[in-house]
């Protein structure tokens, strides 16, 4: 498998402008969270989706932050406008959380990472 | 609500020498616990994990156990490698949630 895919891998844009943050899921998991990485705040949750559906954004940190997952094999992290404050490490994660889970037994559903999508905003 | 707390960095080393990197939890019910590592310039990656109590995860000479009554997932292994040289994160994720629960990181750091 190849794993969870993002891209770009890194990205250098100025301060206003749309910056689109993409990622290519595990095939058949049907979770996928999206993380921000900083040295000051370490790992944060964004926001993670169930099967297409947001779930929880909770962790979107303003409305210059948007996510969407059209289909099951690709969502998109979008900052408009940028600014520098937003300078991080983004990374994409999935797992696969089976139906019934809870009758079925334990399931753990560990994450699996990309390998991040570094951003810096000048 | 649930959080988790690691020990803190950066943890310098010898080569060959014994590792043990902190880690406890609070959360309601029975978490499964996990110790993963990201080394530099890539994302996180699973190391081990355990699903219960006095369960024992090991991979790569990393063990860590469950233990319930001091809520704690310590890290450890009997000799390092320069190779190891990387951030290790403990985790939580209850069972009938997707939630991560992420400790903020031990840097470790093995010198020659």
């Known amino acids: 498998d190849a794993g969870v895919i993002q891209s770009p891998r890194h990205e250098v844009t100025e301060m206003g402008q749309e910056v689109t943050l993409r990622c290519k899921p595990i095939?058949?998991?049907?979770?996928l969270f999206w993380y921000r990485q900083t040295m000051m705040r370490g790992l944060e949750l964004l926001i993670y989706?169930?099967?297409?559906?947001?779930?929880?954004d909770s962790g979107m940190p303003e409305d210059r932050f948007s996510a969407k997952m059209p289909n099951a094999s690709f969502s998109t992290l979008k900052i408009q406008p940028s600014e520098p404050r937003d300078s991080a490490v983004y990374f994409c994660?999935?797992?696969?959380?089976?139906?019934?889970?809870?009758?079925?037994?334990?399931?753990?559903?560990?994450?699996?990472f990309g390998e991040g999508s570094r951003l810096t905003v000048l | 609500g649930d959080s988790v707390t690691q020990m803190e960095g950066p943890v310098t080393l010898s080569e060959e020498a014994f590792l043990t990197i902190n880690c406890t939890y609070t959360?309601?019910?029975?978490?499964?616990l996990f110790w993963y590592v990201q080394y530099p310039g890539e994302g996180l990656q699973l190391l081990l994990k355990a699903t219960k109590a006095d369960d024992k995860g090991s991979n790569k000479g990393f063990e860590a156990t469950y233990r319930k009554e001091t809520t704690s997932f310590h890290l450890e292994k009997g000799s390092v490698q320069v190779s190891d040289s990387a951030v290790y994160f403990c985790a939580l994720k209850r069972n009938y949630g997707q939630n991560f629960v992420f400790g903020p990181g031990t840097r470790l750091s093995v010198l020659p």
């Open positions: 989706f169930n099967n297409n559906v947001p779930i929880d």
């Open positions: 095939s058949g998991h049907n979770s």
């Open positions: 959360a309601t019910g029975y978490p499964s």
């Open positions: 994660a999935s797992s696969f959380k089976s139906r019934g889970s809870l009758l079925a037994g334990l399931n753990t559903g560990e994450l699996f």
